[in-house]
């Protein structure tokens, strides 16, 4: 079965000044029709790039980006339509991305205006019953942006993201600007839009737990570059690369029995993109590093049928990392 969303050594620089930043490095991952994947990772790692790439609004550098066997990857803006109703967006901040000077309704219907679907009619009865999908009344057609919360804003964002049928939703922390009582919320509704209509999501984050929630497989990102692949189970009960185990050890538990805790604490901020640290790009903050991290950059290999790490050190047990990794420098 060809995949839904396949994406292979994807490289995205910026110019800054005379320096070049690169932001994705080599990036690969694969989405299956109906799949739900999770991209996780600090803010600045890439991860809205990557989404933004993936759906045209940047033009990658290097490698491809395949949808349902069509590259996608040096198209034209006129050679991106036809594929723009099989992929869209829920953005962050659901007031930025809506238009304030337009009415729900008509937001909710401006892709079936820019697509040419069907007649005023049906483009109306089409937005009430996407409206009442998300959980929003049809009689607010005529309201603005303003009048709504944060989460029935992002409530309008996805039902205007659902106006076409995508195969595809690109999820770019849609939670993470709204209230934690309304983020779940959001969050089963995203979960419900998947089963009732078969929608595949690449779901972005910073919370490894949001994820987990959501997605199926998880990958872990860590200035531009992937460093651990795994299934939700796996990732949070044996996470393999110390930057995964950081966030593991991170997210909340209810129980504080049950904190997650690897021994390995990560110290100091994420490292500046225009001057990358030679060798793993973790080592300075990595309470694991030897000698040869700080020289040789390690590729993402497998570990098991479903985990991927890009670490010299994945295959020691966390508990024992400490002392092994002091004796080998």
Known sequence: MTPLLKVENVVKRFAVGDRTLTALDGISLQIEPGESVGLVGESGCGKSTLARTIIGLEQADGGSIQLQGQELVGLSHRGWLPHRRDVQMIFQDPFASLNPRLTI???IEEPLLVHRVGDAASRRQRSAELMARVGLKPEWRERFPHEFSG????RIGIA???????RLLICDE??????VSVQAQVQ?????????LGLAYLFISHDLAVVAHLCTRIFVMY?????????RRTLHAAPRHPYTQALVAASPVPDPDRAADFGNEVQGDIPSQLD?????????RCPRATERCRSEAPLLRQLD???????????????????????AA
């Open 105 to 107: 309704g008509r937001i």
């Open 151 to 154: 989460g029935q804003r992002q």
């Open 276 to 284: 990358l640290p030679p060798g793993c790009r973790f080592h300075p």
């Open 223 to 231: 200035l531009g570059q992937v460093v651990e692949i795994g299934d």
């Open 174 to 179: 849609p939670v993470s600007a709204l209230d």
């Open 188 to 196: 089963n509704l995203l979960s419900d839009l998947r089963e009732e």
């Open 160 to 166: 205007r993201a659902l106006a076409l049928s995508p």
């Open 305 to 327: 049928a479903s985990t991927w790490a890009a670490c010299h050190y994945a295959d020691v047990p966390a508990a024992n990392a400490g002392p092994r990794l002091r004796e």
